[in-house]
């Protein structure tokens, strides 16, 4: 296994397509998702990316952000996305044809130092056993006055409603176990700082879930982590499960987590 790279739904070794096929789903179900494109702008406006520069994408998955950036920086610039995931990477070539995908890991970034203009990683450093090594890393690779915006949650935020409380207690908790790095939005900064970069500006949304998935796939993934750690049996499941249901049946559903991107440069 890569250095940092833990398992998790989105870690850095090899997986089936199947669960390929299910990593993409999440993707796509939360890119449809209103806080994810508004972010993506902030962090475009942000970068105030010129026509002609290179750009990295860490972490590209089904490469939606590099398409934005390469249709940003035009056909004089150049984005490349890294991922270690080969399905990924072939996902991202068929998405966002302008823009280039090699293998990589966020911890060894193929480029020379000072070579880069922008660099971003959205929801990349929640997987990561080690950010700090990543925003050092990103330090080396940017050239002097090249810019960041690193995005990822912060789990501490996730709220669920209805339920009764101890068992939404027991569910935002595995929410928080499912990744090696649940609080990496509120470390952003200090990791970006301590890398020698100037942090300028942070934009925040909330990943908002609509109640036509307050029983989904998220939520029962939830309820079976709750159940393997043994902390509530089946029963309390299939009783929280209906209590969303019925919240979402009468507008009374809420399920969030809160996302910040983080700028800096150097
Ligand atoms: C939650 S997805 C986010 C994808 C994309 N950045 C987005 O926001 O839609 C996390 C991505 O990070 C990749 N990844 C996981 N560990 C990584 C590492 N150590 N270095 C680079 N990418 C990594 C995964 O393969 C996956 O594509």
Redesign the pocket.
């Given at each position: 296994m890569?250095d940092?790279?833990r398992r998790g739904?989105?870690?850095?070794d090899e997986i089936s397509p199947a669960d390929l096929a299910k990593?993409i789903a999440t993707?796509d179900q939360?890119?449809g998702l209103p806080g994810?494109p508004r972010l993506r702008a902030w962090t475009i406006a942000a970068l105030g990316l010129r026509s002609g520069e290179k750009v990295l994408?860490?972490?590209?998955?089904?490469g939606?952000?590099a398409r934005l950036l390469a249709e940003t920086v035009g056909a004089d610039g150049e984005v490349t996305g890294?991922?270690?995931?080969p399905g990924?990477r072939a996902e991202a070539e068929r998405r966002a044809p302008r823009a280039t995908f090699v293998d990589?890991?966020?911890?060894a970034l193929p480029f020379d130092d000072g070579s880069l203009d922008a660099v971003t990683?959205?929801?990349?450093f929640q997987?990561?056993d080690h950010p700090e090594k990543v925003t050092a890393e990103i330090a080396r690779v940017l050239r002097p006055g090249g810019r960041v915006v690193v995005?990822d949650v912060d789990w501490a935020t996730a709220i669920l409603h209805p339920g009764e409380p101890d068992i939404v207690r027991v569910m935002t908790e595995s929410m928080r176990c499912g990744v090696v790095n649940p609080f990496a939005a509120r470390g952003l900064p200090g990791q970006l700082a301590g890398a020698g970069l100037t942090v300028d500006d942070t934009g925040s949304q909330a990943l908002i879930q609509s109640p036509d998935a307050a029983t989904g796939p998220m939520v029962r993934m939830l309820c079976r982590m709750a159940v393997d750690r043994g902390v509530i049996g089946a029963e309390d499941c299939e009783r929280f499960l209906a209590d969303l249901a019925a919240g979402a049946e009468n507008g009374n559903f809420h399920m969030s987590v809160t996302m910040f991107a983080v700028l800096a440069h150097r």
């Open positions: 890569p940092g790279a739904l989105f870690h850095a990593q993707l939360q890119s994810i994408d860490i972490g590209s998955g089904t939606e952000l890294i991922d270690p995931n990924m990589g890991n966020a911890y990683c959205e929801r990349v997987h990561l995005t």
